[in-house]
């Protein structure tokens, strides 16, 4: 099971950092990637880290805002969300790549790709 955490109300121009802690699961087994869903929107990847931890992924949306990181020591990946806007709002959740990528991360981030998620955690932007 995936729990993600952080989530919360912040200002436009405020941060967040989200965590997705593996409850009996090893996210070190794993790439896992982060998507969001607004309302009335499909869901769509944001970030995605590889097994190794060594190459990392970007929605064009987020990238130079957001760092996804892991510590498979404390079997934890994160996402360091900065500058957010109100655009940013929507739930967030994280999921892991299938084994068989063999640690990779799903091509164009697609959500469709990953097998088990979390139940998300809220993000608000809002003045």
């Known amino acids: 099971q995936l729990v993600e955490s952080g989530g919360g109300l912040v200002q436009p121009g405020g941060s967040l950092r989200l965590s997705c802690t593996g409850s009996?699961?090893?996210?070190?087994?794993?790439?896992i990637g982060w998507s969001r869903q607004a309302p009335g929107k499909e869901r769509e990847g944001v970030a995605c880290?590889?097994?190794?931890?060594?190459?990392?992924h970007y929605a064009a949306s987020v990238r130079g805002r957001f760092t996804i990181s892991r510590d498979n020591a404390k079997n934890t990946v994160y996402l360091q969300m900065n500058d957010l806007t109100p655009k940013d709002t929507a739930v967030y959740y994280c999921?892991?790549?299938?084994?068989?990528?063999?640690?990779?991360?799903?091509?164009?981030?697609?959500?469709?790709?990953?097998?088990?998620w979390g139940q998300g955690t809220q993000v608000t932007v809002s003045s």
């Open positions: 880290i590889t097994l190794s931890g060594d190459t990392t």
């Open positions: 009996g699961f090893i996210l070190g087994d794993y790439a």
């Open positions: 999921a892991t790549a299938p084994l068989l990528t063999f640690g990779k991360c799903p091509p164009l981030l697609d959500p469709r790709k990953y097998d088990t």
